[in-house]
């Protein structure tokens, strides 16, 4: 392949690379579409090379873009064992161990020989790495697992029933990745077999494989609190940029009308206390950073897994607590700030101005505190990702607390 590079495109070569491998790191950037449109004016051979040597993550992200024809010739030209483990990945839920699957290999049978295996697994390497060696019953159940070292040593007539660890760690095809990474997280194991309910060994998924997949999902959360998709990459087209981002921002301007609301309820209020004016940023401001704090710690104890039970109860207590501490904190300098600046304007209600800012400072704390550790927990309850556009409604909440109490307790003291 002899591809110029381009914006968004495939780059050229760079000396040492074959053309799969240089295809397989391009692909690798480019979100899911993008990538079956540059794949599918290739040959079959090479786009099979370039699945070899990708996330197979990535791969079936990938597959379902590509268009019926060649997919189909993909799947025809492709050893079976390999594409029947991409259509079976096809089924398991997004963010599972299932989607990260490969086909198992260097799978015996209890009453095998060593030497049998051994022959088998001499010509297996020529093509493909080998960490372990499984072994299976007749009816795929894993019963077994044998490493190279202990192949190399035992003798060449024992069978491998009776040479095999037979203790053997699993993770299930359905099991988040997330719960899947903190079973591993001790273990560390190069490859880890996976079987299903009934313990038949449907695949194998490498360590490496799950961490580059966790890692990614990692990055791609501070995105989507914002409304920007997993999918967009540097290379993804303006247009395509454009047709993920802009409905978010749609959304942002609908919700924002519902804050421009609360303050043109109050615009008698602010027509006559211009001064009121100069402090709706500091607290929109300050209550917006408080509950972006509480959004953190929430998102960051959901990916962890460390929200069980009534620890839900708790976080929101915590962060109700933490706003007003830090609400009265933060209040008593802005009380300060809009006193002093009251006074310079000669305004005798300079007092109740200041106290006016500290309690709604906070009173907006609190309540963006408890936003930020409720929203993202309700997304979770209606089945959407904690972090979809969780800061779109977080700055809602913030903007109509902040602004609401402010120039509510302004009407009501003052005027």
Known sequence: MNATSTSGGVGAIPEGLTSAEQLAFDIARMGPPEAAAALAGQSEDLVLETFLRLNPAIVGDIIPELPDGFRERL??????????????????????????LEPPIAVF??????????????????????????????DGRLVGVITMRDLLVADEHALLGDVMLKEVFHLRPTT???????????????????????????????????????????????????????EERLVTPWFRSLLLRHPWLQLNLLTAFVAAAVVGAFQRTLDEMVILALFLPVLAGQSGNTGCQALAVTLRGMTLGELKGGSARHLVSKEAALGGVNGALV??????????????QANQDALSLAAIVGVAMVGSCVVSGV???????????VGADPATASSIFLTTATDVASMGLFLGLATLLLM
């Open 109 to 138: 049978r209890p009453h095998h020989s060593v030497a049998h295996a051994t022959a088998r697994v001499r010509q297996m390497v020529k093509k493909i790495l080998i960490t372990y060696c499984y072994v299976t019953e007749d």
């Open 75 to 100: 799947y025809a030209t492709g050893p079976s064992a390999v594409t029947r483990q991409w259509a079976l990945n096809q089924g398991y839920p997004e963010d599972s161990v299932g989607r990260l």
């Open 176 to 230: 988040p990745l997330m719960e899947a990474m903190r079973e591993v997280l001790h273990r560390h194991y190069p490859v880890y077999p996976v079987c299903d309910e009934a313990g038949r060994l449907v695949g194998l998924v490498r360590g490496r494989v799950m961490f580059e997949e966790q890692a990614f999902e990692i990055s791609a959360q501070a995105g989507r609190m914002v409304g920007v998709d997993k």
């Open 371 to 381: 936003s930020g550790a409720l929203i993202p927990l309700a997304l979770r309850r």
């Open 331 to 344: 209040g008593l300098t802005a009380g300060l700030g809009m006193f002093l600046v009251a006074t310079l």
